[in-house]
């Protein structure tokens, strides 16, 4: 949730910070092979009822844990490819920097699950959108 956030953040700041020729960008990256979702390195408190396994963010946790080790990612080639991006060379040349940066294989799949869930909203209430106009 919070990388959506920090998404539709970043959206904003562009439009608003473009008259004074600053960038915003953000990078959403797929999973790269680290250490970050390894149970072992994470310093963890005691985790509370309310995230115990039967949660979603439990199950959730569960579920990034059995990833580890298995990511797709090379975390060298994603840091290339976004200073690349960044500063215009290499896969970024002649090209304008883009509001997001979506390193990885499986980045762009979480992304295209939105686009279609967000068409599937608009179609599903179309009637209600088209209802509320001025009839004269």
Known sequence: MTKA???LLVESLR????PFDIIATVVEPGYFRTNFLNPDVRV???IID???ENTPTGQMRKALEKM???QLGDVKKGCAVIVDVLTH???GEGRQVPV???PGSDSDVFIWAKCDD???LLDEWKEMTLSTDHTD
């Open 5 to 7: 956030c920090m998404s």
């Open 15 to 18: 439009v608003e910070l473009a």
């Open 44 to 46: 963890m408190t005691p």
């Open 50 to 52: 309310a995230y115990d």
């Open 68 to 70: 580890d080790g298995n």
């Open 89 to 91: 060379s290499g896969v």
């Open 100 to 102: 997001r940066i979506c």
């Open 118 to 120: 967000t068409v599937k």
